[in-house]
């Protein structure tokens, strides 16, 4: 570790820290100078159980020597390459290497710098296919409630967090919501899928009705909601989309941000579901989080209603400076090297059952009304504070981090994610701690 261990910056006031309580922040500043395999090291040197693989991205486990090489290869070799109108080798190995991976049906890729680029990419994709092929009536977009699809203007609106819409006006017209699939009445304490709720995927059929399928473009959901809480589609639910999106001609599209690259325990939701979506969008996973880096999944149906015309024009009017940029794909590269190497895309299948059993085993424990679980996903509700929504959650994330766990609260619902190198001593570990945890918060 070197040197800078125990240096802190002395002014935390010019940099306005994203999705912070900047201001508890600032008073008791909880920073991380290292991080190796499932541990990060606090500024006070004490080593700190990555329970979230930092914002569930880092799946591969930190500081991992095939990626690292990859990049400070790249560095020196060369830096960057003019995303338009001109290519690089690594990008396209990479994007052979990821439609190798993606579900059979997805052979396109293009390239973002983060989730929410991503779905902007996705949502302006399904609107231009619509309109290439002469369905140009088709500008509706549907989201959910509860899903989060980044922060931009598209994401915001398709998403259904309320304190992530409420600020910013009137966000994109012709968007309409399916309801969640929250349903704590009947589906508490399930293990893995709820019995519960395939029916609301009916409820796309009742917007059909409303807004005529002539208008309607695409459907984007989470396949498991994550920043919401977690919430775990009901069994059915996803294929029932499926198919009601055919028969209305909308294509659905999988934000996999969080799902993609083995958190299931497949590479894609898509595989875990077994539903084939037209469009996928990642990030996170991809790069193992270390280089911003985001990708957008489509078929071939998508990819070649746009490849039409003179050959000497741009063909779809979109992309980004850093798209598929060099460092990222190297970044890349060794990162799917190393899920390869270690078998880290179908690892979360085999401790499946045993996170499912750590995590279960807080049922009875002090203020937990609900446990839900996927893959290595997991998540325990706490009933919330009188009169302080999110207070209770807030403390437990503040408490594991002293007593050497990152854990991810969002509203009064503790959300883990581990790295996929996690082992079962260190699902003990944290499991043990959020129960400590629990203990002690009011
Ligand atoms: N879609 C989904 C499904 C996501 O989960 C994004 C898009 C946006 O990605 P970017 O890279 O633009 O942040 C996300 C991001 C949390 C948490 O703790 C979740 C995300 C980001 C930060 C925190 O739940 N998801």
């Known amino acids: 570790m070197s040197n800078r261990l125990n240096v802190a910056p002395n002014d935390l006031s010019a940099f306005w820290m994203p999705f912070t309580a900047n201001r508890q922040f600032k008073k008791a500043p909880r920073m991380l100078v290292g991080a190796q395999d499932m541990h990060y090291v606090a500024a006070d040197g004490r080593k700190i159980l990555d329970g979230t693989a930092g914002l569930w991205c880092v799946n591969a486990g930190h500081c991992r020597p095939k990626i690292t090489e990859a990049i400070r290869e790249q560095a020196g070799e060369l830096d960057y390459a003019p995303a338009f109108q001109m290519g690089h080798p690594k990008v396209f190995e ?46 509706r977009l549907i989201g959910r409630e509860r899903g989060y699809h ?8 398709v998403g259904g967090i309320v304190s992530n819409r409420k600020m910013f006006g009137t966000l994109l017209t012709g968007v309409d919501h399916l309801p969640h699939t929250h349903l704590p009445a009947k589906n508490a304490y399930t293990r893995g899928e709820p019995e519960h709720g395939a029916d609301l995927a009916d409820e796309l059929e009742r917007i059909v009705t409303l807004h005529d399928a002539s208008t309607i473009a695409a459907v984007i959901v989470e396949p498991v909601a994550g920043s919401t809480g977690v919430l ?3 069994k059915g639910y996803l294929k029932r989309l499926r198919e009601i ?12 941000v969080i799902t993609g690259f083995g958190r299931l325990g497949t590479p894609f939701a898509a595989d875990y579901f077994d539903v084939k979506p037209d469009i996928v969008t990642t990030a996170k996973g991809l790069t193992n989080g270390v280089i911003p880096m985001g990708a957008v999944f489509v078929t071939d149906e998508i990819h070649n209603a746009f490849m039409t015309g003179p050959e000497h024009l741009i063909e779809f009017f979109h992309g980004y400076t850093y798209s598929g940029n060099p460092m990222a794909s190297a970044a890349a590269l060794g990162t799917l090297d190393t899920y390869r190497e270690e078998g880290l895309l179908t690892r979360g299948a085999e401790l499946a059952d045993y996170w499912a059993d750590a995590l279960h085993s807080l049922k009875d424990t002090r203020h937990v009304i609900d446990i839900r679980n996927i893959g290595l996903i997991g998540a325990i509700e706490l009933e919330p504070a009188a009169g302080e929504p999110t207070k209770r959650a807030f403390s437990a994330f503040v408490k594991a981090f002293e007593k050497g766990c990152l854990i991810r609260t969002t509203g009064d619902i503790i959300a883990l994610s581990p790295p996929l190198i996690i082992e079962k001593n260190q699902i003990d570990e944290l499991i043990d701690t959020v129960r400590t945890v629990l203990g002690e918060v009011d």
């Open 94 to 139: 990479l994007a052979n290497r990821l439609v190798d991976l993606a579900p059979d049906h997805l052979n396109h890729v293009m390239f973002t710098n983060s989730g929410s680029e991503s779905v902007e990419t996705a949502l302006k994709v399904a609107l231009a296919y619509h309109r290439a092929k002469g369905n140009g009536s088709r500008f």
């Open 150 to 157: 980044g922060v931009n203007f598209g994401g915001i609106s």
């Open 232 to 234: 775990i589609p009901p």
């Open 245 to 256: 999106c055919d028969k209305h001609g909308i294509l659905l599209i999988f934000d996999e």
